[in-house]
Nanobody, 115 residues
Framework: VQLVESGGGLVQPGGSLRLSCAAS????????MSWYRQALGRGRELVAD????????NYADSVKGRFTISRDNAKNTVYLQMNSLKPEDTAVYYC?????????WGQGTQVTVSS
């Protein structure tokens, strides 16, 4: 399984970005999908995850009310809509797919929030 993230970039505080992660698998709908991030000098942290059929989502406290995770199983894609961005959201964002013993990661996309 290959995961390819896109949509990162430079945005001013208060702005929005939408990240996408496209998966190369016919069984995408059976994977739990997550977004993680890693800021410079810090460990990787879970931002949000979504169940295989999209009925259940979880968010880190730091992004609740600002970020929304969603998925389109017909397009093998998971999204992260990020609103009201803050400088502390600056990080490399990674897509993750998990099913049973299988665990896949994308290459990451940089998000920089700065004026």
């Amino acid at each position: 399984v290959q995961l390819v993230e896109s949509g990162g970039g430079l945005v001013q505080p208060g702005g929005s970005l939408r990240l996408s992660c496209a998966a190369s698998t016919f069984t995408f709908s059976s994977f739990v999908m997550s977004w993680y991030r890693q800021a410079l000098g810090r460990g990787r942290e879970l931002v949000a995850d979504i169940s295989s059929v999209g009925g259940s989502t979880n968010y880190a406290d730091s992004v609740k009310g600002r970020f929304t995770i969603s998925r389109d199983n017909a397009k093998n894609t998971v999204y992260l809509q990020m609103n009201s961005l803050k400088p502390e959201d600056t990080a490399v964002y990674y897509c993750n797919a998990v099913k049973s013993l299988y665990d896949y990661w994308g290459q990451g996309t940089q998000v920089t929030v700065s004026s």
